[in-house]
């Protein structure tokens, strides 16, 4: 079975720009989560979909801001970027069992 | 809010040694999960191990084990016969599940280093 993937793995933006990333979860799966990591503040929740709905969100401003399609993949969006959004953004997917998140290779955003 | 501490920073030990990784965390809830997630230098965040708060027995995975201890809140990792592929960054996380809706909070991790 074939694991997460996230497209671009790679991403240089300025800043005022705005940014898409996209994740395709395990088949099967219809959960969708993502992270933010950066070496400050660390591994945070930014949403998680479920079935096309939203169902949890971190403490993020809301220039992020996401969405799931009926297939399960799902995409984050970043408005006017600022130099602190640059960071590793990871995807992880989650099936009906163990509630175990698999996550993919993650994207490198960095903000100029 | 839950909170997770892992209170060593970077860790180094030698081939074949046991190493302990050390995590406590914070919460009211008495249902909850735990995991540990390995991190290479690759970047790819990759499951080690998962434990339900629910289960007295602690999780084992070959040579990775657990010992968690509910009361003191505590979730240490147990790396034995360790191997240069295990050089990484790991992070304990906790998960709450509410209605569904899944969220890890994860430490702020532990750099480990095996070696030769």
Known sequence: KAGVTQTPRYLIKTRGQQVTLSCSPISGHRSVSWYQQTPGQGLQFLFEYFSETQRNKGNFPGRFSGRQFSNSRSEMNVSTLELGDSALYLCASSGLAYNEQFFGPGTRLTVL | ?116
């Open chain 2, 1 to 116: 809010a839950q909170t997770v501490t892992q209170s060593q920073p970077e860790m180094s030990v030698q081939e074949a040694e046991t190493v302990t990784l050390s995590c406590t965390y914070d919460t009211s809830e008495s249902n909850y999960y735990l995991f540990w997630y390995k991190q290479p230098p690759s970047r790819q965040m990759i499951l080690v191990i998962r434990q339900e708060a629910y289960k007295q027995q602690n999780a084992t995975e070959n040579r990775f084990s657990v010992n968690f201890q509910k009361a003191a809140k505590s979730f240490s990792l147990k790396i034995s016969d360790s191997q240069l592929g295990d050089t990484a960054m790991y992070f304990c996380a906790f998960m709450r599940i509410i209605q569904g809706a899944q969220k890890l909070v994860f430490g702020q991790g532990t750099r480990l280093t095996i070696n030769p």
